[in-house]
């Protein structure tokens, strides 16, 4: 897999595999995938479900840019075993929008403010400056981002995976008692 596709997959492997995980999952989703009782940037939903299986979508947009969990399908291994995949083309997708905002907006700027140009061409290099620090930060870095946020991602799932599935205590929510 590429280090720039936005999706990852991995395996967790528990001490002893809950027969109800399909229902722990369930209520994890529906009380707070990320912290319990808070879904205001964690909203998801459950798409599909079967006996080894369950895949969850974020909803909204609030959701798919917060931590980037965007499609998640898990899938039990064996006896102790449990396959993930995840994607965050969504997350992706925004992070790329808002470089491609930031890229239009430098060219409307010296395409329209006569002193942003000559602000520009003031300097020897000024131009070819200007449009390589536009090309990398509004193009190059969202993939650069992308690629970056496939770390804090999967630490997220395995977290929540081991608070709901192997009974490890849940996190509190930074800021909160």
Excluded: C
């Amino acid at each position: 897999m590429s280090p720039f596709a936005p999706e990852f997959e991995g395996e967790l492997t528990l001490d002893a595999f809950p027969d109800d995980f399909r229902e722990r999952i369930q209520r994890r989703v529906e009380t707070g995938l990320l912290f319990a009782g808070n879904r205001s940037r964690a909203d998801y939903r459950i798409v599909a479900s079967d006996g080894n299986s369950v895949t969850i979508h974020a909803h909204g947009l609030a959701s798919v840019y917060n931590i980037g969990l965007n499609e998640v399908t898990l899938t039990r291994q064996g006896a102790n075993g449990l396959r993930y995949h995840v994607s965050y083309w969504g997350w992706t997708q925004a992070a790329v929008a808002h470089g491609l905002i930031l890229t239009i907006l430098f060219v409307v700027l010296y395409l329209v403010i006569p002193q942003f140009r000559r602000d520009v061409a003031a300097y020897s290099y000024g131009f070819a400056m200007l449009w390589s620090i536009v090309g990398v930060m509004g193009l190059l870095w969202p993939w650069l981002l992308s690629a970056l946020h496939k770390g804090p991602a999967r630490r997220a799932l395995i977290r929540i995976l081991n608070e709901t599935l192997a009974g490890t205590p849940p996190m509190k929510p930074f800021g909160r008692g």
